[in-house]
Nanobody, 120 residues
Framework: VQLQACGGGLVQAGGSLRLSCAASGGIFSIDDMGWYRQAPGKQRELVATITSGGRTKYADSVKGRFTISRDNAKNSMLLQMNSLKPEDTAVYYC???????????????WGQGTLVTVSS
């Protein structure tokens, strides 16, 4: 089972980036998914989450700038980040509750991070 995140990079303040996260390796489906981030010297924090039904939740710091979405058929998730600020600089991680079979679920499965750097 793998949860692969990509799309990070260096961008100027005010710019945009789109992160993607895809699950693979014999997964039946995915329940809740989310993006978290960890800035240097800080604790990991929630950025946005999305349920299998499409209900979303955002951190106050990203509301109106970030949009989370998912494609259930492809077991994947996107994070569109607009109007980026230097304080958005962090390693971004994807997280998911993976349904392996009708009887087996892996809660809080983490993908590797992707670095987002926003220059001022």
């Amino acid at each position: 089972v793998q949860l692969q995140a990509c799309g990070g990079g260096l961008v100027q303040a005010g710019g945009s980036l789109r992160l993607s996260c895809a699950a693979s390796g014999g997964i039946f489906s995915i329940d809740d998914m989310g993006w978290y981030r960890q800035a240097p010297g800080k604790q990991r924090e929630l950025v946005a989450t999305i349920t299998s039904g499409g209900r979303t939740k955002y951190a106050d710091s990203v509301k109106g700038r970030f949009t989370i979405s998912r494609d259930n058929a492809k077991n994947s998730m996107l994070l569109q980040m607009n109007s980026l600020k230097p304080e958005d600089t962090a390693v971004y991680y994807c997280n998911a509750d993976l349904i392996i079979t009708m009887e087996t679920m892996i809660h809080d499965y983490w993908g590797q991070g992707t670095l987002v750097t926003v220059s001022s």
